[in-house]
């Protein structure tokens, strides 16, 4: 039987079992493929989205478990809309290999979402589940921070 899901704003029918984790939904049924496989047991990040605007790792999440609105990085902005994670993103060239990038952005996002101005330890606290093989983790902190300043004035 299949299953709708709305993803990004728009809604999916997929037919796959509900045992089924999200990443693989996202990726290989309906060609998302920002979202990351990275470790397959939620202990990197890469397969971050976020559920009712929550960040979770998708490679832990069934298809039949999935209990609202999916956000991936393919939804966050667009490519002449950037959202301000994205854009600090840019500014700060935080991306080295790149590949952990999506995941770490939509849990940045979620944090601006829950604290508008986070400090650095609320920072590394929400990220500290995001790993990045490169390193970057001081420009995805000032990043953070720019972000936060752009939402804040409007930039």
Known sequence: MPT??????????????????????????LGLTGTKYGCGVAACGACTVQINGEATRSCQVLLEDVDGPVTTIEGLGTPDNLAAIQKAWVANQVAQCGYCQSGQIMQAASLLAEIPDPSDEEIDEAMAGNLCRCGTYPRIRAAIHDAANMIKTGA
């Open 4 to 29: 709708t899901l709305t993803i990004n704003g728009t809604s999916h029918q997929v037919d796959l079992p509900g045992n089924v984790p999200l990443l693989w939904v996202l990726r290989d049924a």
